[in-house]
């Protein structure tokens, strides 16, 4: 049960999907109040929120009279950057009725991706939030494309969650929870109030109940869970537009889909080696290689390389796996691949013959992979 979780929880990611927060006419108002409240009352018992909010492509829609996002990426990104704009006036409006500031951040895919940038974002909220200023974070539609795309808020909330070592993430959508069908197309659905492992019959369910407005639906948040499950952090998917949905959670009552965390948890860096990083190329492992790494925890020696897929740098984001093609980890190789395809099959001991010089023995050290059994 999530009592345990809740009652000591310091630190919470809330995620708002654009059904709840949008109606027929714009923003729903009193949707973004009730919730507003909601976390104004969290915070003043103690607890930090940080509030990842979809909603401004839906905002800039209806501003626009439209009633589905245009095909051209233009046309998207300025829809987007109209209705962020009624977005933050609309929580700072909310939240300053309660005295609470807030402050907009727009993230990409690159601002998590880079290392540097990664830590950056995360001072930068850790001080926010030190301020007792509620951070209002949403992906930079504006400026997007298909490079540096984080591919939905399910994700960009689970990967916030990982950023900032939450202890609880709640995805606050359009039904209920996760269903066994589509709740809105088959009265007999019936909810599923708790899931302990990510068996497929679970991501059957959830890809048979597609999101309308926003761009995720159930199966977007199974794969949010995925993330922040492995990390330890427990996640609840639950209907947003019910009153006091949050508060009612503090207080023990049962709502949504509870995602029962992992009690053996990744580290920090190898959560944002496994769940942000986008592999730059591959390498084929024989079999001695597989049986090392996976059952022996080794690193990732030359010898054990068979095959050098894509082109890429020392300490690029790297998956590893079988002949068979099978994906075995991910991991931050040591280096670029014209020189692992020059040194693939050989021992250590040779390697500096080969290159010239050597600066590591193992192609992926360890500490720096992360087996697809967490991810």
């Known amino acids: 049960m999530p009592e345990q979780f809740l009652n000591h929880a ?154 900032m070592d939450a202890d609880f993430l709640f995805i606050l959508t359009d039904i209920e929870g996760l269903y066994d069908k589509d709740p809105r197309r088959f009265p007999e659905a019936r909810l599923i109030s708790e899931v302990t492992s990510f068996k497929k019959e679970i991501e059957e369910f959830a890809g048979h109940i597609p999101g309308t407005l926003g761009t995720g639906g159930m199966l977007s948040k199974i794969k949010a869970a995925k993330k922040v499950t492995s990390a330890g952090i427990p996640m609840i998917v639950a209907r947003g537009n019910v009153e006091n949905v949050l508060l009612e959670l503090f207080e023990g009552k049962p709502q949504g889909t509870y995602f029962v965390p992992k009690t053996k948890k990744l580290a920090r860096r190898k959560c944002w080696i496994a769940h942000t990083l986008a592999p730059k190329g591959s390498l084929i492992i024989d079999d001695g290689a597989v049986r090392a790494v996976r059952e022996n925890g080794k690193s990732l020696l030359p010898i054990g390389v068979v095959k050098v897929e894509g082109e890429f740098e020392e300490g690029s984001p790297v998956a590893f796996k079988t002949a068979g093609n099978d994906i075995i980890g991910i991991g931050l190789v040591n280096y670029r691949s014209s020189d692992v395809e020059r040194i693939k099959g050989l021992r250590t001991s040779q390697i500096e013959a080969c290159l010239g010089s050597k600066h590591y023995d193992e192609i992926i050290h360890r500490n720096n992979m992360v087996l697809k059994d967490f991810f």
Not at 58 to 78: D, F, N, V, W
Not at 121 to 144: C, F, G, H, Q, S
């Open 10 to 163: 310091r630190r919470i990611v809330v995620k708002l999907g654009s059904n709840v927060i949008t109606a027929r006419n714009g923003l729903d108002l009193q949707v973004i109040d009730g919730i507003s409240g909601q976390i104004s009352t969290l915070m003043d018992r103690g607890l930090e929120v940080i509030l990842v909010s979809s909603g401004a492509q839906a905002a800039g829609l209806r501003k626009m009279g439209m009633t589905a996002r245009p095909s051209e990426m233009p046309k998207r990104q300025a829809i987007a950057a109209m209705g962020q704009s009624g977005l933050m006036m609309a929580y700072e409006n909310s939240f300053a009725r309660r005295d609470k500031k807030v402050a907009q951040i727009l993230l990409t895919a690159e601002d998590l991706n880079n290392r540097k940038r990664y830590l950056n974002a995360r001072n930068t909220l850790n001080t926010l939030i030190e301020w007792k200023v509620v951070p209002v974070i949403n992906e930079n539609d504006t400026i997007m494309v298909e490079e540096i795309k984080l591919g939905d808020n399910d994700n960009l909330a689970a990967m916030i969650a990982l950023l």
